[in-house]
């Protein structure tokens, strides 16, 4: 039976950038944030957003990420109502995906929310990545093109680090790529 590897850390840690070299490395890694997005765009789900967060979310029949995120970011009650929308699509998805992958000892499922979505009780082992607090922040930042007050907004909108690593059977310290891909070579040799 395949295993599942789950890989967490919060916003601006580095998840993309070991998703990606497990992937170079042939390593299914399921990235469940990317398939959120796309299932945000069904017409099922896009209603249920519009129901639930109103008109103001929606343009030309999709569903506008930045008023979105605007809301949920600021209210605690609201990203739990998204996320019941969202995380019982994603499941699904992610079970017929791994249907496929039945031929590999074992896949990666990233997410940002594994411990909060409830999706690491699935996963044999549980990769957390860290980085320096503002290291996050500035890569945050550049990335989404956001400001500082932003970034701390997603931030405390997430579980503590410090919960994640008491959770976590391994973590990845992302401070330089060489070190990083040191770290998770080894990893990879002991899995």
Not at 149 to 173: A, C, F, G, H, T
């Amino acid at each position: 039976m395949t295993k599942i590897i789950g890989l967490t850390g919060g916003i601006g840690s580095g998840k993309t950038t070991v998703a990606n070299y497990l992937i170079a490395k042939g390593i299914p890694v399921y990235i469940a944030d990317l398939e959120a997005r796309k299932i945000t765009e069904s017409k099922k789900v896009i209603n249920q957003i519009e129901k639930v967060f109103g008109v103001d979310v929606i343009e030309n029949n999709k569903v506008n990420r930045t008023i979105l995120a605007t809301i949920v970011f600021k209210d605690k009650e609201k990203l739990a109502q998204l996320n019941a929308i969202i995380h019982p699509e994603v499941k699904k998805h992610f079970k017929k995906w791994l249907k496929s992958k039945v031929d590999f000892k074992f896949v990666v499922k990233e997410s940002a929310i594994l411990f909060e979505s409830g999706s690491y009780k699935d996963c044999e082992v549980i990769i957390l990545v860290t980085a320096p607090l503002e290291t996050r922040i500035e890569r945050t930042m550049k990335r989404d093109n956001v400001d500082r007050e932003s970034v701390l907004q997603r931030i405390n909108n997430q579980m503590p680090e410090e919960e994640k690593k008491i959770k976590s059977d391994y973590i990845i310290q992302n401070t330089s790529l060489k070190d990083t891909h040191i770290q998770l070579d080894e990893l990879l040799n002991y899995l």
